[in-house]
């Protein structure tokens, strides 16, 4: 009887859970959000500040105000530097286009002379049919989608007020937050001493940052090999490519073979070998790097089995849309830990 008990109030507390946080990132995240990425910026900040308090004796506010400068003085310097490699990058591609319509065309054409003669059809036709699907997309991007995208500029400019908006009350939260960080750390710190309370902020807070700091390391560790690979083969657009790849891997169904296992095996056909070779074995290095290296960053403080990670992340996906990548995992480790100190 008493089993039965506690195995009821287990998936009460569990169904409760479940709706409470369902609803928290339905209604209420996006008004909570700024000052989230405060207090996460104001924790990483704060080491800082207290070194520039103590060690130099400067005022609390002032070292506050310093750190929060070179800290935003840095990040946008290299977000420029970066944005400058993306951006040439991007001109010489586009500079290129042409020369890479004309292979692409080239390729498409002899795709289309081999199903021509795989289905014993006379030439040309499937050519046709491609070049037909082309004329009728290129037609409602014309009628539906331009005059869409028009109509809804002056609600892209308002997004980006509001953006900005954001930005400037994330940062002046930042501020507030950094000065009295120490007032805070006591008032957590009291949580914790808390029965219940405690034994979920902990779990909370170890589960969030373990997760956050493996998958930011993970995807440089990974953007760094990549874009060190394409340069060996000379690829012009390696650093691009290795950011935007690397992004790619953080989602577990796309990941890095979506990309490269395609085009390495289209330059194996080509006859372009060391590429192809190199790009497959990109594959390999970072899908071994990822099995090594996440269990150890994380250190088994979340113990999520890789199914049950991937559900979390296509249910998020199915109930936030693209957040839910982020929101999923999240909704999983706030459950579990509530979970685990029920069963406690």
């Known amino acids: 009887m008493a089993e039965e008990k ?10 409760v859970t479940v709706l409470i946080v369902y609803l928290g990132f339905r209604y209420l995240l996006s008004l909570f959000l700024p000052l989230i990425i405060a207090f996460a910026f104001a924790l990483l ?41 993306l951006s040439e990058q991007l001109v010489a591609f586009f500079q290129n286009f042409s020369v890479y319509e004309e292979y692409v065309t080239e390729q498409i054409d002899d795709i289309c002379r081999g199903c021509d003669r795989l289905f014993g059809m006379t030439r040309g036709t499937s050519m046709s049919m491609v070049e037909r699907g082309m004329t009728t997309l290129l037609e409602r991007i014309q009628t539906e989608v331009l005059p869409a995208l028009t109509a809804r500029t002056l609600e892209l400019a308002a997004g980006t007020a509001v953006i900005l908006g ?17 007032q805070i750390r006591k008032k957590i710190a009291y ?22 700091r493996t998958q930011a390391t993970l995807v440089a560790v990974i953007a760094t090999v990549i874009t060190v690979g394409l340069l060996c083969i000379g ?17 577990p169904m796309l990941g890095t073979g979506i990309i490269m296992v395609p085009w390495g095996i289209i330059r194996l056909l080509a006859g372009d070998y060391f590429a192809g070779i190199v790009l497959i074995l990109l594959f390999v290095i970072c899908q071994i790097l990822r099995e090594v290296l996440e269990p150890k960053l994380l250190g088994g403080k979340l113990g999520i089995h890789p199914a049950t990670a991937l559900m979390a992340i296509y249910i998020g996906i199915r109930l936030f849309g693209v957040a839910g990548v982020i929101l999923g995992p999240a909704g999983l480790i706030i459950i579990r830990s509530v979970m685990g100190v029920c069963e406690e």
């Open 235 to 251: 690829n012009p657009y390696a650093l691009l490519l290795g950011v935007v790849i690397a992004i790619f891997d953080a989602f």
């Open 45 to 85: 900040l704060s080491p800082v500040v207290r070194f520039w308090h103590r060690k130099l004796r400067l005022p609390v506010v002032f070292a506050s105000g310093l750190t929060l400068f070179f800290f935003l003085g840095g990040f946008l310097w290299g977000l420029v530097w970066l944005g400058r490699k």
């Open 191 to 212: 949580w914790k001493t808390l029965p219940t309370l405690g034994k979920v902020l902990q779990q909370l807070i170890r589960s969030g940052f373990a997760y956050l």
């Open 166 to 182: 954001a930005v400037l009350i994330t940062l002046v939260l930042t501020l507030l937050l950094l000065k009295d960080m120490e």
């Open 6 to 15: 506690r195995y009821g109030k287990t998936v009460l507390v569990g169904a």
